[in-house]
């Protein structure tokens, strides 16, 4: 049926439109999904005859229909579902419709767009690699249908071939070629993804735990900070409403700011109400400084440890938290810088308000356990303490599975099922320090993260997330992790450790390698992939401008008159030239003689004669033959072609000799092209008279 | 020395009548010091060419008419016991001479032809164990009949090569063939224009006749495009390719030039290739002769 088709390229294009579907499931709405598999079981059919290919009038219709209903189904998710969707279909479509080579060409051309799009989402080594797998297997196809002749291993080699050409080149273009970062700019996606969310309630980061997706990377300068002390933070909760914690009006107006790009800069003693006796303050020292490689979160976090400052394309928070200037669509590198302390302020009567805010009512036997605490005379603090030492002298246990807690939340946690993670002990000691007028507040972010093998760097993935609880003290936010009461593990080892049953952790994730972290030949190369991913995301990923740009500048050192433009000019110049080089190859062109250049002179003067030289003829009878036709002096036609005979067959002539010789032939080349000039004039006189 | 070929050449011309072109290319053949095989119907006029060729030149010569019934010994010689000496006497052949004038060579068996043909290589004969040196200079001219192949044993390829050249007479022109009624050109008239020591001489110059590398090119083009191209069933050889060198050069000289142009190849090619190209069973493909066809397709010029 399909000539044009081998079955092998067949297989092929069904293998790849596979691949390709299975890349971008993660983009697709199920809907494509299964559009995308009923395509392939169609395709399929007519592969073994049992079907027919759609008639085109169908296929537009069908083309329409589609279209419609693709844009109504991801029209909340942006432009670039859209766009993705779109292309998704057109590809399919293609794939069911293919009938000619042109078919084919078109095909595969838009799973080249389909394969640069799914790197726009996954910009990790392992998905590069299977993006480089597509595009050959898309390559494949091309070459199955031009190379028909050749067999299976001889279009092998040719493709290994062109594509180990194409290396250097590639490296080059991505060295060299400058990026156009404001061209184009990439449409922001909706998609919720994983990652931390501005609202809290106990069960959600049990969600994250699930999750051993990477989160962030993180190189320092200086010494590692231990594990207790990377307390990663990411935003503040300070609204309860007796179940969720989230941020108050205040904070949400903060985060609006940010989205515009205008958001407060709390730099230096920015905030007002500095009070009158503050202290001599030690200046803020710089103590670290790291680097973190953020994966995509299309949200604006960024997180950071105690204390950092605001540098460009970054915004500080009134809670000491991070915000990125554009939304982080793209794994992305910061660095950061760690400073030992904030300048100090004094809370706003409106901040105090808010982060004393609790619901009215609710959780009586909370209430009645403080009340009975506060009657033994202890103060705040001490309750507060008493709290943690019942968190830890009791039966607490740390799970990521609890028990549901009902109504009263709090009572439910603390007398009943006490058994939960971070959000449970952090919510509790909230409740409990609010109620007894200690401002305080949530904030949650990631704890830990896990240093590779050669202690370079450091992994955070999402199941380090974590919520902890800073309690206003001393006129100065203090951090206190009831966690640590519970679980002092999860501080310092991790949340593997920290779980009292360990099989909770990445449960129903079996195929996850970082489940089976006691392996450890798995370990080992879990910790091999996630170095050469670090070394990936730090060399490729954010190869930019700036860093093309300064390393040019560092080549170019030594060159001081040579500057970027001049070098790029250099380039292309080269390029050009070697190209022009490679195509004309004059170093294989042989120098054409003095003699002959005068005979082809004489010649093309002669064609207009209408007399043109055959193949096997020599120039002594082509001249001969010529001296038939109207020229003044025929004799001249014999001896040049004389002469030329000498020059060119005689070997004992010398260079002197040669040089007469070939001047006298000149001589008579001339005259001869006047004489055919003067009767080729003569000829039209008398055609135009005639 | 170049009168003398003038001479020479009119003479052969005032012998036969016409025929330009085939004399030269006779002469060009001996001065190259090659044999020559004339092909022609029955009295157009070959033998006439050979004998007074022969005698032009000053060389002595014996003319052989080839029968069937042939042997090798009636051509190179016999040893005869003598009763009186007690030994055998070798008795030279006819062979022993410096034109030997070989008439309707394929009417002979292939055993005579083969003991011809030793001699014309090697320039020897060897009989009984001896070897006899034949004189200096020698040429073979022998004489064949297309037509009537009754009781003929066609040369095979690896003898034809062994002829420089092969040349055709044709008939003669009218103006020609009037002529040649008119005035009966007595063969007896012919007188020697040189002697055997100045055609070595002659033959000496034209070994010196230069040949860049150029034509060099050009003529292995030529040799090579028969040897890979699909229409050519028999290639040129390396002594074919030496031939038509040698065959040029005598053309250079008799042109009065000490370097060879293409032009003499093209001018002594046809006679030098086509009968090998053709071989034994060659037919003549459309109108053009396998040699021209071959010229054609070669650009002097280009490399």
Redesign the interface.
């Known amino acids: 049926m399909l000539e044009f088709l081998t079955r092998q390229s067949l297989s092929l294009i069904l293998l790849s439109y596979a691949l390709i579907m299975v890349l971008l499931t993660d983009q697709l709405h199920s809907v494509m999904i299964v559009f995308g598999i009923l395509c392939a079981l169609w395709r399929v059919a007519v592969f073994t005859g049992r079907v027919a290919l759609l008639n085109k009038l169908m296929t537009n219709i069908f083309t329409l229909i589609c279209s419609a209903l693709v844009i109504t189904l991801v029209y909340q998710q942006g432009m670039l579902s859209i766009l993705v969707h779109l292309v998704v279909l057109g590809f399919s479509l293609k794939f069911l419709e293919l009938k000619s080579v042109r078919d084919v060409h078109f095909f595969v051309n838009t799973g080249f767009v389909l394969v640069a799009l799914f790197l726009v989402f996954n910009q990790s080594m392992l998905m590069a690699g299977i993006a480089m797998v597509s595009t050959l297997l898309l390559l494949t196809i091309l070459l199955s249908l031009h190379g028909k002749a050749l067999a299976n291993y001889q279009q092998f080699k040719l493709l290994s071939k062109m594509v180990l050409l194409s290396v250097p080149l590639a490296v080059v273009l991505f060295i060299v070629l400058p990026r156009l970062p404001s061209m184009w700019k990439m449409p922001l996606q909706n998609k919720a993804t994983t990652g931390l969310s501005d609202s809290v309630s106990p069960g959600s980061i049990a969600e994250l735990s699930q999750s051993s997706e990477l989160a962030f990377r993180s190189s320092f300068d200086g010494k590692i900070p231990a594990a207790a002390m990377r307390y990663w933070r990411v935003l503040t909760l300070d609204q309860f409403d007796g179940k969720t914690w989230t941020q108050s009006s205040q904070l949400k107006y903060q985060e609006e700011q940010v989205k515009i790009g205008k958001g407060p800069i709390f730099n230096r003693g920015s905030l007002q109400y500095q009070s009158a006796s503050t202290r001599k303050q030690s200046v803020p020292t710089k103590e670290n400084s790291y680097q973190i490689i953020i994966e995509p979160h299309y949200k604006h976090y960024l997180p950071s440890l105690d204390f950092a400052k605001a540098t460009a394309g970054r915004i500080l928070l009134s809670d000491y938290s991070l915000r990125t200037l554009k939304p982080v669509f793209k794994r992305q590198a910061f660095s950061i810088d760690q400073f030992n302390q904030v300048e100090r302020s004094l809370l706003s009567p409106q901040s105090l308000k808010q982060f004393l805010q609790l619901p009215s009512g609710g959780n009586p036997k909370t209430k009645a356990w403080i009340a009975t605490q506060q009657a033994s005379g202890l103060d705040s603090y001490s309750i507060l303490e008493q709290l943690l030492a019942k968190f830890n002298q009791e039966n607490f246990r740390y799970t990521l599975q609890p028990a549901l807690l009902g109504e009263q939340q709090i009572d439910d946690f603390l007398f009943t099922s006490q058994a939960g993670f971070c959000v449970h002990y952090a919510s509790t000691y909230l409740y409990v320090a609010r109620a007894l007028n200690v401002p305080a507040r949530m904030v949650t972010g990631y704890l830990g993260g896990e240093l590779d093998s050669d202690s370079e760097f450091l992994s955070v993935r999402q199941y380090d997330a974590h919520a902890w609880v800073e309690i206003w003290k001393n006129q100065q936010w203090q951090r206190v992790d009831p966690t640590a009461y519970v679980a002092p593990e999860r501080v310092e080892q991790g949340i593997m450790q920290g779980l009292d049953d360990q099989s909770e952790f990445l449960s129903g994730q079996y195929l996850s390698i970082h489940r089976w972290q006691a392996n450890p030949f798995l370990n080992q190369l879990r910790n091999a992939f996630a170095k050469a991913d670090y070394l990936w995301a730090v060399w490729v990923i954010n190869y930019d401008n700036e860093k093309q740009f300064k390393l040019l500048q560092n080549l170019l050192k030594g060159l001081p008159w040579l500057n970027l433009s001049i070098l790029i000019l250099l380039l292309l110049l080269s390029a050009a030239s070697s190209l022009i080089l490679w195509v004309f190859k004059p170093w294989q062109t042989e120098k054409v003689p003095t003699e002959d250049r005068l005979f082809n002179k004489l010649y093309q003067k002669s064609t207009q004669q209408h007399l043109a030289r055959e193949k096997g003829q020599t120039i002594a009878d082509y001249c001969q033959a010529l001296s038939q036709f109207k020229i003044e002096e025929p004799q001249l036609l014999i001896d040049f072609a004389k002469l030329y005979n000498q020059i060119k067959f005689k070997p004992s002539l010398s260079a002197t000799q040669r040089k007469t010789l070939l001047a006298e032939l000149a001589e008579l080349q001339k005259k001869i092209n006047r004489q055919f000039r003067k009767s080729l004039d003569f000829h039209k006189n008398r055609n135009g008279s005639e | 020395m170049h009168n003398k070929i003038a001479k020479i050449l009119k003479q052969l011309n005032a012998v036969l009548l016409g025929k330009e072109q085939q004399t030269k290319l006779a002469l060009v053949c001996l001065l190259a010091d090659g044999h020559l095989l004339i092909e022609d119907l029955p009295g157009m006029g070959k033998t006439t060419l050979a004998g007074a060729l022969a005698k032009t030149l000053g060389l002595d010569y014996q003319r052989v008419q080839f029968t069937s019934d042939m042997l090798p010994a009636d051509i190179l010689g016999v040893s005869i016991f003598d009763k009186q000496l007690q030994q055998f006497n070798f008795h030279q052949g006819p062979v022993f001479t410096q034109v030997l004038l070989a008439d309707e060579i394929n009417r002979a068996s292939p055993k005579t032809q083969s003991a011809l043909l030793e001699a014309m290589e090697e320039r020897k004969v060897s009989i009984d164990k001896l070897s006899y040196s034949l004189g200096q200079p020698f040429f073979v001219i022998a004489t064949q009949n297309p037509q009537d192949q009754a009781g003929t044993f066609p040369l095979p390829e690896s003898q034809l090569d062994r002829f420089m050249m092969r040349i055709e007479l044709g008939f003669p022109n009218k103006d020609a063939e009037l002529a040649m009624l008119k005035e009966q050109t007595a063969a007896t008239s012919i007188n020697a224009v040189i002697d055997s020591q100045q055609l070595q001489t002659m033959q000496a110059a034209v070994k010196r006749v230069?040949?860049?590398?150029?034509?060099l090119n050009y003529l292995i083009r030529l040799v090579n495009e028969s040897r890979y191209a699909a229409e050519y069933t028999n290639a040129l050889s390396p002594r074919c390719s030496k031939s038509l060198l040698n065959a040029a050069k005598a053309m250079a000289f008799i042109e009065q030039r000490?370097?060879?142009?293409?032009?003499d190849i093209?001018a002594v090619f046809a006679a030098v290739t086509d009968h090998r190209l053709n071989g034994v069973h060659g037919v003549r493909q459309g109108s053009q002769a396998l040699s021209q066809t071959l010229?054609?397709?070669?650009?002097?010029?280009q490399?």
């Not at chain 2, 000490?258 to 032009?263: A, K, L, Q, R, W």
């Open positions: 230069q040949a860049s590398d150029v034509l000490d370097y060879v142009v293409p032009e093209q010229l054609n397709s070669i650009d002097p010029l490399p």
